[in-house]
């Protein structure tokens, strides 16, 4: 699973970069219309991630208006290394995705992804798309089983609230961790304060904490997988 020290070493580790990504995507958002969905922290765990792990393929299932893309892409340029394949229904992300970015890393496929041909074994997978149960049953019987040991998921509004709810994407989630007593880790305001306060406060003596974007709720889930 993830451990927060390890996330925690990965701030440390990568900080001037993080603060140069951070910058980049503050001045992006006031050129390009990414309407952000990811919160400061869930984009920042995802860009660590990807610089911590070195993956040579991403996949990015929702990549809505291209604001998580553009972070994806910030980490694989920061490692010099990797491509991400993205998959939407919707064709605002190239439209706001910096060509310098998407040059040589980045491949958009449009339509619905369970149409399409998905690359083998990603090394970092991040879900945020249709936030359905039919979905993410489609996502964890097909993706998740092609998963390799070590790879890292994110998948995107889980915790709004301390536990998902009944019928939803994250709970088909946390049936399917469970199932294989995988554990995961979260920094949502609502279900692990605690792990939010302790990133919060270290950002603060990195000098990172000042706002992206940041709607204080980080709902997104993260695991890896055994």
Not at 169 to 187: D, M, N, P, Q, Y
Not at 190 to 196: L, S, V, W
Request: aromatic content about 8%; cysteine-free.
């Amino acid at each position: 699973m993830f451990h927060l020290d390890e996330i925690i070493q990965w701030y440390r580790e990568h900080a001037a970069d993080l603060r140069r990504a951070r910058d980049e995507q503050r001045e992006l958002r006031t050129r390009r219309d990414l309407r952000p969905a990811l919160d400061d922290l869930e984009a920042e765990i995802a860009y660590l991630t990807v610089r911590a792990l070195r993956p040579a393929v991403v996949v990015e299932l929702g990549a809505s208006h291209g604001w998580s893309t553009t972070w994806l892409l910030r980490a694989l340029r920061d490692n010099a290394g990797g491509e991400l394949h993205s998959y939407d229904r919707g064709s605002a992300a190239p439209r706001a995705v910096p060509a310098e970015l998407a040059t040589g890393r980045w491949h958009f496929v449009p339509g619905d992804v369970r149409a399409a041909a998905v690359p083998d074994a990603p090394g970092f997978l991040l879900v945020d798309a249709a936030h359905t149960v039919s979905f993410a049953r489609w996502y964890t019987r097909t993706i998740f089983p092609g998963l390799r040991p070590g790879a890292a998921v994110a998948v995107h509004d889980v915790y709004h609230g301390r536990r998902p709810w009944p019928r939803s994407e994250g709970a088909v989630v946390l049936s399917w961790l469970r199932g294989r007593g995988v554990g995961h880790l979260t920094a949502s305001r609502a279900a692990d304060p605690d792990t939010r306060d302790r990133l919060l406060g270290l950002k603060h003596k990195l000098h990172l904490s000042a706002p992206v974007h940041d709607r204080a709720r980080d709902p997104m889930l993260f695991f890896r997988v055994p």
